[in-house]
């Protein structure tokens, strides 16, 4: 399957656990190189090492994405070990307390800010100007089911959410004719050892109650959703906000 993909090369920010590290080894595993970025130097490292051990090709970028030198840094690697760049899965996030608007904090806003919004215009803009000049391209960044809905004392982060969104959006429009497609992928709570190590059971089980299905997704339902946006099987698919929620925005 998407056997098209083999010989590719792809970014994948925040890859180096969780939906990012799925992604990475999807497309790996189709046969794409990868660069495996990650803020997280021993993560980012474990888990190119662990692709390259499979027989993958894969190399580790430290990078933070809310630093531009860092991006452009992450892109001219990847594209010096491998080649041209086709994919860019801009994936890097971060999360934001629960709290009511009133009781939030600047320094809050401004790292969800940096991190979630900053950090994926930075890396769509470099992967861009990557791919212009060959006039093609999968660009899919990664949204929230928060993009399109929201609950109490989940604002920070449904902005940032939302923003996500919206560049995801514009920038399809843009490039519509360019051969470069651009999507988002919309999770809804992804079974993670993150998420289970910063929440109680309890709160896990309410997550999941947020979902018809009544279960959290897995890290391995979102590689499989950002695989398909990468290949040719979704070549009349640009601007979409792709939910995968266990049909939670559907209530």
Same mark, same amino acid.
């Given at each position: 399957?998407?056997?098209?993909?083999?010989?590719?090369?792809?970014?994948?920010?925040?890859?180096?656990?969780?939906?990012?590290?799925?992604?990475?080894?999807?497309?790996?595993?189709?046969?794409?190189?990868?660069?495996v970025?990650?803020?997280?130097?021993?993560?980012?490292?474990?888990?190119?090492?662990?692709?390259?051990?499979?027989?993958?090709?894969?190399?580790?970028?430290?990078?933070?994405?809310?630093?531009?030198?860092?991006?452009?840094?992450?892109?001219?690697?990847?594209?010096?070990?491998? +080649?041209?760049?086709? *994919?860019?899965? $801009?994936?890097?996030g971060? %999360?934001?307390?629960? @709290? !009511? /608007?009133?009781?939030?904090e600047?320094?809050?806003?401004?790292?969800?800010?940096?991190?979630?919004?900053?950090?994926v215009?930075?890396?769509?803009?470099?992967a861009?100007?990557?791919?212009?000049?060959?006039?093609s391209?999968?660009?899919?960044n990664?949204?929230?089911?928060?993009?399109?809905?929201?609950?109490p004392?989940?604002?920070?982060?449904?902005?940032?959410?939302?923003?996500?969104a919206?560049?995801?959006?514009?920038?399809?429009?843009?490039? +519509?004719?360019?051969? *470069?497609?651009? $999507?988002?992928?919309?999770? %809804?709570f992804?079974? @993670? !050892? /993150?998420?289970?190590?910063?929440?109680?059971?309890?709160?896990?089980k309410?997550?999941?109650?947020?979902?018809p299905?009544?279960?959290?997704?897995?890290?391995?339902?979102i590689?499989?959703?950002?695989?398909?946006?990468?290949?040719?099987?979704?070549?009349?698919?640009?601007?979409?906000?792709?939910?995968?929620?266990?049909g939670?925005?559907?209530?």
């Open positions: 399957m998407f056997s098209e993909l083999k010989g590719k090369v792809a970014v994948v920010t925040g890859g180096g656990a969780g939906i990012g590290l799925a992604c990475a080894a999807r497309l790996a595993e189709a046969g794409v190189a990868v660069g970025a990650d803020i997280d130097s021993a993560a980012a490292h474990q888990a190119a090492a662990d692709l390259t051990s499979q027989g993958h090709r894969c190399v580790a970028i430290v990078t933070d994405v809310s630093k531009a030198k860092e991006v452009e840094k992450l892109f001219q690697i990847t594209n010096e070990a491998f +080649g041209p760049i086709n *994919i860019a899965v $801009n994936n890097a971060v %999360g934001a307390p629960l @709290t !009511p /608007l009133g009781d939030t600047e320094e809050d806003f401004d790292r969800v800010m940096a991190v979630n919004l900053k950090g215009w930075l890396c769509m803009r470099a861009l100007r990557h791919m212009a000049p060959q006039k391209g999968s660009i899919i990664m949204a929230s089911a928060l993009s399109t809905t929201t609950f004392g989940s604002g920070l982060y449904t902005a940032s959410k939302h923003g996500v919206g560049l995801t959006r514009s920038a399809a429009v843009e490039y +519509g004719e360019s051969g *470069i497609r651009i $999507n988002a992928i919309c999770p %809804g992804i079974s @993670t !050892p /993150l998420l289970h190590s910063t929440v109680t059971e309890e709160a896990a309410s997550m999941a109650a947020r979902h299905m009544n279960r959290l997704g897995t890290p391995a339902e590689a499989d959703a950002v695989t398909y946006l990468a290949s040719d099987a979704s070549s009349f698919v640009t601007g979409s906000l792709f939910s995968i929620d266990g939670w925005t559907a209530t």
